[in-house]
């Protein structure tokens, strides 16, 4: 069925370009990057903050694209994909909703407020939740790869629904526009311009790296499960052997 | 003709069985009822106090107790081996989610309308003649709640941890359709004008039709193996 | 500036999670091959018994 | 009878799988209409897959199956010519055994529905029955009445899945006489039985499956249980 994955698919060096790459991310963001004048040295945090949720909407594209083929083809290597990309997906929404707290605390003065973007992160992440508890609840593997491709559809067809909904609620409120996030893009220096570009594809690739990784432990998961049924199926119980 | 046929069938079969027992609408009412009772407790009621938690008190009522009827409702079909024997017949898998769709609506129409009648009269709730406008935005909701509904309650009564499952695949999926349901009530509550708010009432059904076409496209896949 | 320690607790959950994440995918690499001695090691019975 | 006729059911390289997990290698077999087969095999062997995909219920990953000569994924009205029985009963307890064969009647065609129903209660013995609801019955009395559920489209072939398991002799020996019953007016049968003695009994071919692929494929040998044991029982 599936072929044996050559040790030397790269991995291993693409594992220490993206290291080296975060490495001159990180130097970049705190030794080139200039101090924001209006927020100070936690708007370096944005550096991490931004490629993490940039990459999160990559994980998320990715879930639904395999999903998407899964219920085309059923063919299982689409499910590993979907599965796969969820998991490492989640890794960067908690990445992007711990730093954005973190980063509002001296900006905005509190961790938490029900704006915008952080309630939408907020529901997204728990999407995400939900579909790994599926993954891991839902039943045989077949099923749960059928479960969870309609959810991951379904889940990303509400995206901008969930986007605009929570902008119409926020922005429309009197109360609203207490505070719009540090934006990048306007009068953007071009040594940020060039710490953001460094720092974007660091994350990406560190994705990449970590997506392949878990691909490669998904499938040899599977192909162990099937050995251990096939090895340890029950010896046959013979009844009625009366006749 | 002959497809519709079929499918009212098996709508006026489940609601025959739920009549029957009444176990879906008696558990949702009285769930809806103690939520209800319980907000009562957190805020103190009074008419100013309405206008401003009502419609977040009357919407979390209707949403947990149709998370409630949906888990009873499916559960009834898990029983005998549920939704294949509707499965070996001449019905398409997508015409079995109309089926379960209308079925579902259905209960949760009339649960709410007795939630809604319950929250009135407890919460003193001055609505006149803006109670038909209330009635279609609740009606809206339960056809979006009913879409979603259908969908991940026949993936949950499947799974292994199903009572948990399905509000926590649920309720994140419908964040956008409750801020409309809970901006559009409010607004109906405080009597501001509903011109200002009509692009709530777009949202929702927006909302109904997006995840009416995608449950009915993607329901054969959650059943046919 | 007391905003560094926030900055600095920043970007440790941020590569904790990584790494950690990377560590975890390592612990399942791991049980993954303690199964796969298992199932040899019966494998290797079941032909001897046979 | 013309010699045209196809086959009642084609099954031709017909393989499950998800992935490395093999449910079904790859199954080639050919059941002639009117005919009695038993399928054999231990647990996890492909019985149920077999069934399941020939009731339209699962697709295949490879290879075909045809019933009656159409292909089961492209013609989806071949339900009506098909009566499954699975362990599970598909009945709703809380409604009555008349009003369950009528709905399911129904579905197929709302034309005389009722009276095909209380036809089908009577080929199982279960006219008595009719008005008390399918929660009050015994495993025995579910049984029949879930033969009745499949019976009720009159179809031209019945599948069944282990229609034995769980019943006392008393209902074992009423199950045997319904299925002959259907055997004899022409129906073709196809079930599955852990049960060598009580599956050899009606059955005029059998077929043992095991690691999901078919190791025998015929008539009923003198000696079943040694053919059973020589197909699973040493390495392969």
């Given at each position: 069925m599936s072929t044996r994955p050559s040790r030397s698919d790269g991995l291993g060096s693409l594992a220490i370009v993206a290291f080296v790459l975060s490495a001159v991310s990180l130097g970049l963001t705190f030794l080139y990057a200039p101090t924001e004048r209006v927020e100070g040295d936690i708007q370096r945090m944005l550096y991490l903050h931004v490629p993490a949720a940039f990459t999160m909407y990559v994980g998320y594209a990715v879930v639904f694209f395999a999903s998407f083929m899964y219920l085309l083809r059923r063919e299982s290597r689409w499910d590993e994909l979907a599965a796969s990309a969820a998991e490492v997906g989640t890794v960067f929404t908690s990445m992007m909703i711990t730093t954005g707290p973190i980063w509002a605390k001296p900006v905005w003065g509190t961790y938490w407020t029900w704006d915008a973007r952080l309630t939408s992160a907020f529901v997204l992440w728990l999407i995400l939740i939900g579909y790994l508890m599926l993954r891991a609840y839902g039943g045989h593997a077949e099923q749960v790869a059928r479960y969870c491709a309609v959810l991951a559809i379904i889940g990303f067809a509400d995206l901008p629904i969930i986007h605009y909904s929570v902008q119409w609620w926020r922005t429309l409120h009197p109360d609203a526009k207490i505070m719009t996030e540090g934006s990048p893009g306007q009068g953007l220096e071009s040594s940020m311009m060039i710490t953001f570009a460094v720092a974007f594809a660091a994350a990406l690739l560190t994705f990449t790296v970590l997506l392949k990784l878990r691909l490669r432990l998904e499938r040899q998961n599977r192909r162990l499960d099937a050995l251990q049924r096939e090895l340890t199926r029950p010896s046959p119980v013979v009844l009625g052997s009366t006749n | 003709?002959?497809?519709?046929?079929?499918?009212?069938?098996?709508?006026?079969?489940?609601?025959?069985?739920?009549?029957?027992?009444?176990?879906?609408?008696?558990?949702?009412?009285?769930?809806?009822?103690?939520?209800?009772?319980?907000?009562?407790?957190?805020?103190?009621?009074?008419?100013?106090?309405?206008?401003?938690?009502?419609?977040?008190?009357?919407?979390?009522?209707?949403?947990?107790?149709?998370?409630?009827?949906?888990?009873?409702?499916?559960?009834?079909?898990?029983?005998?081996?549920?939704?294949?024997?509707?499965?070996?017949?001449?019905?398409?898998?997508?015409?079995?989610?109309?089926?379960?769709?209308?079925?579902?609506?259905?209960?949760?129409?009339?649960?709410?309308?007795?939630?809604?009648?319950?929250?009135?009269?407890?919460?003193n709730v001055p609505i006149g003649d803006r109670l038909p406008l209330l009635a279609t935005v609740v009606f809206a909701g339960m056809i979006g709640l009913s879409a979603l509904g259908t969908t991940f309650a026949t993936i949950a009564v499947r799974t292994r941890t199903r009572e948990v499952m399905l509000p926590l695949l649920l309720i994140p999926l419908s964040v956008p359709l409750l801020i409309a349901c809970v901006e559009s009530t409010s607004a109906i509550l405080a009597a501001r004008d509903f011109a200002d708010e009509a692009h709530w009432l777009r949202l929702i059904v927006a909302f109904d039709i997006v995840f009416l076409a995608l449950g009915y496209a993607t329901y054969p896949a959650i059943l046919e193996e | 500036m007391s905003n560094l320690g926030f900055l600095f607790a920043g970007f440790t959950v941020a590569w904790g999670l990584v790494f950690g994440y990377v560590w975890f995918l390592a612990r399942r690499s791991q049980s993954l091959e303690a199964r796969l001695d298992g199932l040899e090691r019966r494998q290797r019975d079941n032909a001897s018994a046979d | 009878m013309p010699p045209a006729e196809p086959a009642a059911l084609e099954v031709i390289d017909l393989g499950k799988s998800f992935g490395p997990a093999v449910a079904l290698a790859s199954v080639s077999c050919s059941v002639a209409p009117g005919e009695f087969v038993?399928?054999?095999?231990?647990?996890?062997?492909?019985?149920?897959?077999?069934?399941?995909?020939?009731?339209?219920?699962?697709?295949?990953?490879?290879?075909?199956?045809?019933?009656?000569?159409?292909?089961?994924?492209?013609?989806?009205?071949?339900?009506?010519?098909?009566?499954?029985?699975?362990?599970?009963?598909?009945?709703?307890?809380?409604?009555?055994?008349?009003?369950?064969?009528?709905?399911?009647?129904?579905?197929?065609?709302?034309?005389?529905?009722?009276?095909?129903?209380?036809?089908?209660?009577?080929?199982?013995?279960?006219?008595?029955?009719?008005?008390?609801?399918?929660?009050?019955?015994?495993?025995?009395?579910?049984?029949?009445?879930?033969?009745?559920?499949?019976?009720?489209?009159?179809?031209?072939?019945?599948?069944?899945?282990?229609?034995?398991?769980?019943?006392?002799?008393?209902?074992?020996?009423?199950?045997?006489?319904?299925?002959?019953?259907?055997?004899?007016?022409?129906?073709?049968?196809?079930?599955?039985?852990?049960?060598?003695?009580?599956?050899?009994?009606?059955?005029?071919?059998?077929?043992?499956?095991?690691?999901?692929?078919?190791?025998?494929?015929?008539?009923?040998?003198?000696?079943?249980?040694?053919?059973?044991?020589?197909?699973?029982?040493?390495?392969?």
């Open positions: - | 003709m002959r497809t519709l046929r079929a499918i009212l069938t098996v709508v006026a079969k489940d609601m025959r069985g739920e009549l029957r027992t009444k176990e879906a609408l008696t558990s949702t009412v009285v769930f809806a009822l103690l939520v209800l009772l319980v907000f009562n407790f957190g805020f103190e009621p009074g008419t100013r106090d309405v206008r401003l938690v009502g419609a977040g008190i009357l919407w979390s009522a209707l949403l947990f107790a149709a998370v409630l009827a949906m888990n009873r409702l499916l559960l009834n079909e898990r029983e005998g081996g549920g939704l294949e024997g509707l499965m070996l017949t001449p019905l398409s898998r997508a015409d079995l989610y109309v089926a379960k769709f209308i079925t579902l609506l259905c209960i949760l129409s009339l649960a709410a309308t007795v939630t809604v009648l319950l929250f009135i009269v407890l919460y | - | 038993t399928l054999f095999g231990p647990n996890g062997a492909g019985k149920t897959t077999l069934i399941r995909i020939a009731a339209t219920l699962a697709r295949p990953t490879h290879g075909e199956v045809l019933l009656f000569g159409r292909d089961v994924r492209k013609a989806p009205e071949l339900r009506r010519r098909i009566g499954v029985v699975s362990h599970r009963s598909f009945l709703y307890g809380e409604l009555t055994a008349r009003e369950n064969l009528t709905f399911f009647g129904r579905l197929f065609d709302p034309v005389g529905a009722e009276e095909r129903a209380i036809a089908a209660a009577r080929a199982v013995g279960l006219e008595d029955r009719l008005d008390d609801s399918v929660r009050s019955f015994s495993r025995g009395l579910e049984q029949r009445c879930s033969i009745a559920r499949a019976l009720v489209h009159e179809p031209d072939m019945l599948l069944l899945d282990e229609p034995f398991a769980g019943l006392d002799p008393l209902a074992a020996s009423n199950l045997e006489t319904v299925l002959r019953g259907a055997h004899e007016s022409g129906k073709t049968i196809i079930m599955t039985s852990h049960d060598l003695a009580q599956g050899a009994l009606l059955a005029q071919r059998i077929g043992i499956l095991h690691y999901g692929s078919l190791r025998y494929w015929g008539e009923c040998p003198p000696d079943l249980q040694a053919t059973f044991n020589a197909c699973v029982g040493g390495p392969s």
